[in-house]
């Protein structure tokens, strides 16, 4: 949330540039000034409370003076009586308009970067750049789809998963679980090295501690609840992203400059509703109510986030250069930021038998906003200072793993017509029909397989096979013909 302070412009505080924010966001910026008018309401309610105070001070001097003089004094008890009374009620008042207006503040979002592209429709999302591996064309295959793959080395069971728990259920099998597993320890290896805290959080929150990190509109559209016992403070709520237990773990803490930055390698299982994407990737396991992320989490001196927040972008992108997967960076557009984004990037990888680019990553430098509701304080209070310092908190995804395995699948699968040329001086033989492992994932995987061989048959009227109107393609090479590295046929 923004301070306050922000809005009025007697404490430092400019409310043009939050209406400009507003204004960019596509937000109502009459917004603004209901909180400007929230504010002066409890500010006259807290000040008129004082006031009573001190007229309470002067009476309890003068019941002092009638006591000493040995005079009665029982109209000015009374009298002290009602105003501790209207008091009372004065500061109940003032506490009930504090908390209307610290709601009407977190309605606001933070301040949108200079950078950030202007407008309310993704489709103008800005291009940041793009990469794919030397030799390796763009463009939509004549392929199988991820879930197909999934079905051909007997990776996941979805009818079953269904059946035990409703739509979007799954289970991961066999090599299906292996390379999903993969992912996930390559990635917290991957952060291990580069400086970063492997962490595994709670799978759920507490609901005061929820509403300090998620949006409200969040709880209805995206959040599990999983206790309900009558008593809101014991409320839980399974986590969409290990981002909203590790942004809370240092609720409360003030942290100095020698601390900082705090590098977390978040892990967890993560639960969503998915309420607003009925009908949206309906097959297969890109978008489902339960996966594994890896997630990039940093707290860092506010002087600091933006360069953190190119290092962190910086780091996705390496780790799927690593996997081999052609991808773009956008910026995303400023009516798409979530309240808490100054802005954000996404890493969007290419699906080829969709024939489109894809989000694995987002990306948001999220300044001090989170932060502040969290009170998590930043460096040495001067005398000077009028607004409290924070810390500055920035998260990326590293890898949503069910998400990425349905991109390396798509790229990996081996070509319906077998290849054979010459590489590196070497001969590349024909493959059988399977999936090549991508090189970085083999040693996570039972028998470090170079290539995982179909083993079952597609039913009929699958995806590609609708879409296509044929049948999968030829049948393997006659076994014991060598097989060259994907990786080196693909990507050299």
Not at 94 to 118: C, F, M, R, W
Not at 434 to 460: D, H, Q
């Amino acid at each position: 949330m923004l301070d306050v302070f922000d809005f009025i412009e007697d404490k430092g505080g400019s409310p043009k540039q939050i209406r400009e924010s507003q204004r960019r966001r596509h937000a109502p910026e009459e917004a603004v000034d209901e909180v400007i008018a929230y504010y002066e309401d409890h500010r006259k309610t807290k000040y008129a409370a004082s006031q009573i105070g001190t007229q309470i001070n002067a009476t309890q001097k003068e019941i002092g003076a009638k006591k000493k003089a040995k005079q009665n004094a029982g109209e000015l008890l009374q009298k002290k009586l009602d105003l501790e009374k209207e008091k009372k009620m004065m500061e109940e008042s003032a506490a009930e308009k504090d908390s209307i207006l610290q709601k009407k503040i977190k309605t606001i979002g933070n301040y949108v970067h200079d950078s950030v592209p202007i407008s309310k429709n993704e489709d103008n999302n800005a291009m940041i750049r793009k990469w794919a591996p030397e030799g390796v064309k763009v463009e939509t295959r004549n392929c199988l789809s991820h879930h197909e793959v999934l079905t051909r080395i007997d990776g996941y069971d979805p009818d079953r998963g269904v059946k035990i728990v409703g739509h979007r259920g799954y289970c991961l099998t066999g090599y299906g679980l292996f390379l999903n597993l993969a992912l996930v320890n390559y990635g917290l290896e991957f952060l291990w090295k580069k400086g970063y805290k492997p962490n595994q959080p709670p799978h759920f929150m507490l609901r005061e501690c929820m509403a300090k990190t998620a949006q409200l509109e969040q709880f209805d559209e995206e959040l599990y609840k999983v206790t309900d016992d009558g008593e809101k403070q014991t409320d839980k709520y399974l986590i969409a992203t290990s981002e909203q237990p590790l942004s809370a773990l240092h609720e409360g803490e003030w942290l100095q400059e020698k601390e900082l930055p705090i590098k977390y390698a978040g892990y967890s299982t993560c639960y969503r509703k998915e309420a607003g994407a009925h009908g949206k990737d309906a097959w297969g396991i890109f978008r489902v109510h339960q996966f594994e992320k890896i997630e990039q989490f940093l707290f860092t001196k506010p002087d600091d986030s933006w360069k953190a927040f190119d290092e962190m972008i910086g780091i996705s992108e390496e780790f799927y250069q690593s996997l081999g997967l052609p991808y773009q960076v956008v910026a995303i557009v400023s009516g798409a930021l979530n309240n808490a984004a100054s802005k954000k990037y996404d890493l969007e990888a290419w699906f080829p038998f969709q024939g489109q680019y894809k989000e694995l990553v987002s990306c948001s430098n999220c300044t001090d906003y989170q932060s502040r509701e969290l009170e998590i304080r930043y460096g040495v209070k001067t005398q000077t200072e009028i607004k409290k310092k924070y810390v500055h908190a920035l998260n990326s995804t590293l890898c949503a793993t069910e998400r990425a395995l349905c991109c390396v699948l798509e790229n990996y699968q081996t070509d319906e017509v077998s290849i054979a040329r010459p590489l590196h001086g070497k001969v590349a033989y024909y493959y059988p029909q399977g999936v090549v492992v991508p090189e970085v994932l083999r040693r996570y995987i039972p028998g470090a397989p170079e290539l995982i061989t179909y083993s079952r048959e597609l039913p009929k009227d699958t995806t590609s096979q609708k879409a296509k109107g044929k049948a999968a393609g030829p049948a393997p090479p006659p076994a014991g013909e060598p097989v060259e590295q994907m990786s080196n046929l693909k990507m050299k």
